[in-house]
């Protein structure tokens, strides 16, 4: 194997290599750099080396370089640790949220009605996710379902107000504007600090889903919402026939009514 010899030049980062003769050329810090990674078993025919290099520690002494090994490997052990509990977290988080959600969908699957699916899914997200304020907003004409405690708006409306959330075929997690969160939001006086807030799609938007937290941080953006996913694509195809169910009803009811009205 090539050796290299030399001693350190005034210049910090130039290495002078010299003979019995005369300097040899001037190699740089990167050169040497580069001839250890292209040699990783330099130090194993200079083993001797890594007990005689030292290098400045953070104390102001002067370790070894096998001390500065072991207390890198120690820092990248501590810092894998720190984020192996945390990923743990993460996951025993969504097994819970896991749980919740699959209780809630299989309540929703025996719904018979708007106003079941309302309750179900406010109670849960109360007592049973924790949360501050949740919301079901529907699209349509709120006359056509007047015995429906659901919150109803017109398209037209929601899309002046909501602009891309509307758009967005994943949930859209942090702050909301004033505007955005009286829209979604509109029995609740509070401030809202944070939200999450998904689509209702069935062929097109038909509603929007939102939880809502006073906690400014709770919903931030890059937390995961796969569990509102589930629930909003379950809702979704879950209110079209109640919606039509409602609104078949309450024609019924007019045509009675106007019947009893002619004959009287």
Known sequence: MEKLHGCADSSPGVVTMKNNEQDSPVITEEQVVGYLRA???FFLSHDDLLREITIPHNSGQ?????????HVFREQRDQLRKELGHLVAIARDNDRFFEKSKRLLMNLLEAKSLEEVVIMVEESIRT?????????LLFGDATEYPICNVQMVSAEEATRKLGDLMTSSKAVCGRLRKEQA???????????????VISLQFGEVIG????????QH????????????????TLSRLLPPLLDQERRGNLGKRSQAESSIVKS
């Open 128 to 136: 049973d996710f924790g949360l501050d304020f949740s919301s079901l």
């Open 218 to 233: 709770y919903f931030d953006k890059g937390m995961g919402s796969l569990f509102l996913s589930y629930i909003s694509d």
């Open 62 to 70: 002067a370790i070894s370089l096998v001390e500065r090994q072991v």
């Open 182 to 196: 009286q829209c979604l939001f509109p029995a609740v006086t509070e401030d809202i600090g944070s939200a999450a």
């Open 208 to 215: 929007m889903f939102s939880l809502g937290s006073k906690d």
């Open 39 to 41: 040699h990783p078993e």
